[in-house]
T-cell receptor, first 111, second 116 residues
């Protein structure tokens, strides 16, 4: 079945870069997504990447996609305490009607 | 302006009761979803409606019944609540007409359900 895997925890110091990794099984996704969930809130779309691209940059965020290895990563440059949250990787189901979410990576940023 | 809203935000109830959670979106989207997030923060889709028609119904006990009176609303009714139903339930919506078929979902703030 379709599956998305992420490591569960990442701890960094303020000012460092954070890299959150994700692997997925369904290669038919047109887009892959990164969502952020702050404590007590719903998920917010952070960024997405079209499957024909291998990189997308958006201010402090860089998304890298390796389609051959089915590996997606999110790099946050100059990580701030406000970046502390859970980050979910998601790809699309085969029918394109739903998102399959990873288990989420809790990013903890210390000052 | 709240894009996707849910009520109530918190719901505490006894085992065996029946309860409903309401969701409304004012984004003009044609598809709405219910997700369950457990205590480990794992997020799983439960249902999806497109233009009031059910298109996804994951393996969810039939005590859970979604109802979509119109495109902007998707409510979730739960009968005979059990301890294991305790979780945060998120509603989301998306526009399936986005260029390139991007499934960009907007989430509500969640309803924390506690069954005692």
């Amino acid at each position: 079945g379709e599956d998305v895997e992420q490591s569960l925890f990442l701890s960094v110091r303020e000012g460092d870069s954070s890299v959150i990794n994700c692997t997925y099984t369904d290669s038919s996704s047109t887009y892959l997504y990164w969502y952020k969930q702050e404590p007590g809130a719903g998920l917010q779309l952070l960024t997405y990447i079209f499957s024909n691209m291998d990189m997308k940059q958006d201010q402090r965020l860089t998304v890298l996609l390796n389609k051959k290895d089915k590996h997606l990563s999110l790099r946050i440059a100059d990580t701030q305490t406000g970046d502390s949250a859970i980050y979910f990787c998601a790809d699309e189901n085969q029918a394109g009607t739903a998102l399959i979410f990873g288990k989420g990576t809790t990013l903890s940023v210390s000052s | 302006d709240t894009a996707v809203s849910q009520t109530p935000k918190y719901l505490v109830t006894q085992m065996g009761n029946d309860k409903s959670i309401k969701c409304e979106q004012n984004l003009g989207h044609d598809t709405m979803y219910w997700y369950k997030q457990d205590s480990k923060k794992f997020l799983k889709i439960m249902f999806s409606y497109n233009n009031k028609e059910l298109i996804i119904n994951e393996t969810v006990p039939n005590r859970f019944s979604p109802k979509s009176p119109d495109k902007a609303h998707l409510n979730l009714h739960i009968n005979s609540l059990e301890l294991g139903d305790s979780a945060v339930y998120f509603c989301a919506s998306s526009d399936t007409g986005l260029a390139g078929g991007r499934n960009e979902q907007f989430f509500g703030p969640g309803t924390r359900l506690t069954v005692l």
